[in-house]
Structure formats: structure tokens, C-alpha cells
């Protein structure tokens, strides 16, 4: 079977025969046959796309959900490491299965920013164009160098 594209080109490539006598299309069930082809491969296009959209729909659910759950479960991971700092009293413990042991470590905890030198701060700076405020001033008819708008086509499937 033709792709789309073989389709379009037979599609524009394509010459009526006429009977000079009658005046008659002699190859108009050629024409149907390819408009007909045409509109299969569109609609056969269209429905495969909606099955993708469903399945990156069910992909993002199941995402969704397994976030959930890795969230649940690291936080469970947490409660039970907390249990056992708690309960242990730094004390080393071994067995076949598994062995428990402690290390310590030193971080900082900073509760007023207002209150630290400003040679100890630093300074974090994202600049990105403000693209709805760019559109407006183009449509505007302001001229912005290095900035155009760019009309796109985008297709809808239902």
C-alpha cells in the first residue's frame, strides 16, 4: 500500500483522460480510487495518533502513580532510619542479613537569611525573555531585534 506522501504526489501528478467523442472521464474511478486512499491513510493516521494520546495519557497516570508511591515509600524509609537512630544509641549492629552503623556529619542550618553578612550570601540570577510580554510589543508593531513572530499550524485530533 502507498504512503501518504505517494498518494498526495499520484493526487497531483494525476491527468484526466476524456473521450473526445462523448466528452466522458474515462479514468474517474482511477481519481476516486486515489481520493479514497488518500482519505483512508488520513483517517487511519488520525486514529493511531489518538491511541498514542491515550497511551501517554495512561503513561503519565501510571507516572503519576508511581510517584506516589515512591514518595510514600521514601518516606517511610526516613521514619524507620529515624526509628532506629532514635532507639540505637549509636551502637553498631550485624547480623548475615544486613548491619547497622553510624556516622556523623555536620550541616548547617540557617534560620534568619536577614541576620548573615553579605560576603557569606550568595547571589543567584536567571535572566529569560519575558515571551507573552515580547508578543504583545510585536503585535504591537514594535520592533524587537532578534525577535519575530512565527505563525505555526497545529493539528486536532478528536
Known amino acids: 500500500m502507498a ?3 505517494e498518494i498526495r504526489r499520484e493526487i497531483a501528478d494525476f491527468e484526466f483522460e476524456v473521450d473526445p467523442e462523448t466528452g ?5 474511478l482511477s481519481w476516486d480510487a486515489l481520493n ?5 491513510k488520513v483517517e ?3 486514529c493511531f495518533i489518538k491511541n498514542l494520546t491515550s497511551d501517554i495519557a495512561a503513561f503519565k497516570a501510571e507516572e503519576d502513580q508511581l510517584a506516589k508511591r515512591r514518595k510514600s515509600t521514601e518516606r517511610k524509609v526516613e521514619y524507620l532510619k529515624r526509628l532506629l537512630l532514635d532507639n540505637m544509641d549509636g551502637q553498631k549492629f550485624s547480623t548475615t ?3 547497622v552503623s553510624f556516622k556523623r556529619s555536620i550541616a548547617v542550618q540557617v534560620d534568619d537569611v536577614e541576620h548573615i553578612p553579605a560576603e557569606l550570601l550568595r547571589v543567584k540570577t536567571t535572566i529569560e525573555p519575558n515571551k507573552t510580554a515580547i508578543k504583545d510589543a510585536l503585535k504591537a508593531g514594535q520592533e524587537i531585534s532578534g525577535c519575530k513572530l ?3 499550524t497545529n493539528i486536532q485530533i478528536k
Open 150 to 152: 512565527i505563525e505555526n
Open 44 to 46: 487511519n493516521i488520525a
Open 36 to 40: 479514497m486512499a488518500f482519505d483512508e
Open 24 to 28: 466522458e472521464l474515462l479514468n474517474a
Open 97 to 99: 542479613r544486613c548491619a
Open 3 to 5: 504512503n501518504l506522501y
